[in-house]
């Protein structure tokens, strides 16, 4: 025979459950030092109730001590938190009616002081309350109706946390249909969520309900689902109660994949050293062992099982072994296993009356004490109704004095706003101004760009054209003087020659589209080389890791503003090296200009026009720059463009 108990049922009690924090006691003392030197009885009644808070898992019965004495100021609000941390501490103890007493009156004084949000939430404690009462029905309603609040709220959390205890409820209540739907209700958010904790339960639940129905395939999928969320967890005690439920799953229609499963969970107990439910595995393995006619194998698993098992485990554990010795023929040791499983069968009746009697004797106590503490109540609230008249009166004297400050106030701040409005609709005025004379200055700078650019390659085509042509035909004439006169020969064509290249020279630099037409390093190359050569300036260029190909309007818009920071280095600078590096990172185009000049300080120094270009060029073509200068340490600058 096996033990078929599914370990999937875990209801959640989160609203009674309280985060264990570090130095708690150090909180308790020093709380008690400010209550014992505090004279106010409502700054006492505060203090007790943050030290039954405090208390709450460290020493239940002074925390229930300090929310009675917190019970005896007359402030709703405090009594609601009082009675609240009463119900939490009497849960605790499984003292479950008085837990429900207090967490009713609890919720009554939040609603009467509409605070609806805390009420729905101690619904959910009571909820959970009546559900460890088996009382499925009456935790169905609670829980529904803070379920509906929430949803208002759009809490989604809390509404998850409702739907999960509305599944196990039903699922109690034997209606797997709606605890199935909503199971996944409450599973939809915990994903969404990503609460992995939560959906790490809720998935198992799941599961069994399907397994009630006789959907193992449902079934299955949802604790394979379970079962990889524990692998992602590294949670083993999760794995091992999966693989525990599979196997009890299959353990009448496929005894192969039974024993699989079941030997997975045992050695995760072995492992973790976690004894929980191990005497149902070991009882389990038997009770396969049994069925595939393997009763040899099936008595050390037995044996062991009794090491663990109890109660009506232990007698299932009996009859088995009685059946494994009939198996093999030992009629004496059947006989002996058979007398045990009925002398405990006995026993376990004996305390089950026992226990029930200790039961209604405990009921009847508790009866008592509540009706003490109804009385007490009914005497408080013929108090609380006398002093609630007087204050009405009070707070009717006051009502017109608070209208007429409102309203004054009111008038105020309408009067303020619509000033700040004013303001702000000018600001943005003016901003809209700033935002049009930029553009058109944009828009200018852009027509003179291009104006320039179409005027040096004007220029440098007519030099090539025209003064390129006329002096190489001029050689051609010089020629002729050779022959008469070779020394005058030589002067002219030294001077032809080098008016001949001054004029390329001078056509090249001034049409920047011939010279970048190989590409930007190259360009900026070419002009470095022509700096070298005169030996005034080193110009050191360094590809780094630049190779991308950039589009020719940025190249063109780059090679300008280099030309522009050499000519400024040649004038202002004084320096004898600079160097150029490029780079390249996540699609951003990184400049890097270096000298060893003077440098010059640069929160005092006047933009002058070609830094202005330079700012102006870069801004065209979307890219950002930075200049780190200061006297005497020569100056780096940086270009940021996307490419």
């Known amino acids: 025979m096996p033990i078929k108990r599914l370990h999937i049922i875990i209801t959640f009690l989160c609203p009674l459950m309280s985060i ?41 019965a002074k925390s229930k001590k300090f929310a009675k004495e917190a019970l005896l100021f007359d402030n709703d609000s405090l009594k609601s938190e009082a009675h609240n941390q009463l119900g939490r501490a009497s849960f605790y103890q499984n003292e479950l009616d008085s837990a429900s007493f207090h967490f009713t009156k609890s919720i009554d004084l939040l609603n009467d002081l509409d605070l609806q949000d805390q009420a729905a939430s101690v619904r959910i404690s009571l909820g ?45 209540l034997g209606d797997s249909q709606k605890a199935i739907v ?136 009996y009859n088995n072994l009685s059946d494994a010795h009939r198996q093999l023929g030992d009629f004496k040791m059947a006989l002996f296993y058979e007398q045990q499983k009925n002398a405990l069968n006995d026993s376990i009746l004996k305390v ?18 509540e009706k003490e503490i109804l009385n007490l109540q009914n005497a408080n609230l013929q108090t609380d109704m006398r002093r609630r008249q007087n204050r009405n009166l009070m707070y009717g004297a006051f009502a017109l004095l608070l209208v007429a400050i409102i309203l004054t106030y009111a008038f105020i701040k309408n009067s303020r706003k619509k000033r700040i409005i004013a303001e702000q609709l000018q600001e943005l005025e003016s901003q809209k101004v ?48 050779k022959k008469s006169d070779q020394a ?34 190259p360009a900026v190359n070419m002009v470095a080389n022509r700096l070298k050569s005169t030996e005034k300036l080193h110009v050191e260029v360094t590809n780094i890791d630049l190779k991308q190909k950039i589009q020719n309007f940025i190249e063109l818009q780059l090679f300008r503003i280099i030309q522009e920071l050499l000519a400024n280095t040649i004038k202002h600078a004084k320096a004898k090296n600079v160097n150029i590096q490029f780079s390249e990172e996540n699609s951003t185009l990184n400049v890097l200009y270096e000298d060893d000049g003077i440098g010059f300080d640069t929160e005092n120094v006047d933009s002058g026009v070609g830094l202005k270009n330079i700012g102006n060029r870069i801004q065209k073509i979307g890219g950002s720059l930075a200049i780190d200068s200061n006297p005497g340490a020569g100056t780096t600058i940086i270009l940021n463009v996307p490419i």
Do not use: W
Not at 20 to 33: H, I, W, Y
Not at 35 to 58: C, G, N, P, Y
Not at 355 to 368: F, H, N, Q, R
């Open 488 to 521: 005058l020969y030589g002067k002219i064509k030294t001077v032809l020659d080098e008016s001949y290249d001054d004029v390329r020279n001078i056509s090249h630099q001034k049409n920047t589209s011939a010279m970048i037409e190989k590409g930007l390093i």
């Open 182 to 317: 909503y199971g996944e209700k409450a599973l939809a958010i915990f994903t969404q969520k990503n609460m992995l904790p939560f959906k790490a339960v809720t998935l198992p639940n799941l599961a069994g309900e399907f397994l009630k129905l006789g959907d193992t395939t449902r079934a299955k999928s949802y604790f394979l689902q379970a079962e990889a969320l524990a692998n992602q967890r590294n949670d083993q005690f999760s794995l091992a109660r999966i693989y525990n439920n599979l196997g009890n799953m299959y353990l009448e229609t496929d005894h192969d994949e039974s024993e699989k499963y079941l030997t997975k969970a045992l050695d995760i107990r072995k492992q973790t050293k976690n004894n929980d439910g191990i005497g149902t595995l070991y009882n389990n393995l038997g009770y396969l062992q049994l069925k595939k006619g393997n009763a040899l194998k099936a008595i050390p698993y037995l044996k062991t099982a009794l090491q663990f098992g109890q109660g009506s485990n232990a007698t299932t554990t």
């Open 20 to 60: 264990q924090v570090f130095g708690q006691t150090r909180t308790v003392d020093s709380l008690m030092a400010v209550l014992q030197e505090t004279d106010s009885k409502e700054d006492r009644a505060k203090l007790q109730v943050r030290l039954s808070k405090a208390l709450e898992r460290i020493d239940i």
């Open 434 to 481: 700033e935002r049009l004379l930029k553009e058109q200055e944009l828009t200018g700078i852009d027509a003179m760009i291009e104006g320039q650019e179409k005027e040096r390659q004007r220029i440098a085509e007519d030099l090539h054209d025209s003064l390129g042509g006329k002096l190489s035909a001029l050689k051609l004439f010089v020629e002729d003087i």
């Open 352 to 369: 089950e009356n026992q226990k029930a009697i200790a039961e209604i004797s405990t009921k009847y106590e508790t009866e008592k004490k």
């Open 128 to 172: 959970a309350v009546q559900l460890r009462k088996g009382e499925y029905r009456n935790s169905v309603t609670t829980l529904i109706t803070s379920a509906a609040y929430f949803e208002n709220s759009g809490d989604s959390i809390n509404m998850a946390k409702c739907y999960s205890n509305v599944s196990t409820a039903f699922g109690e």
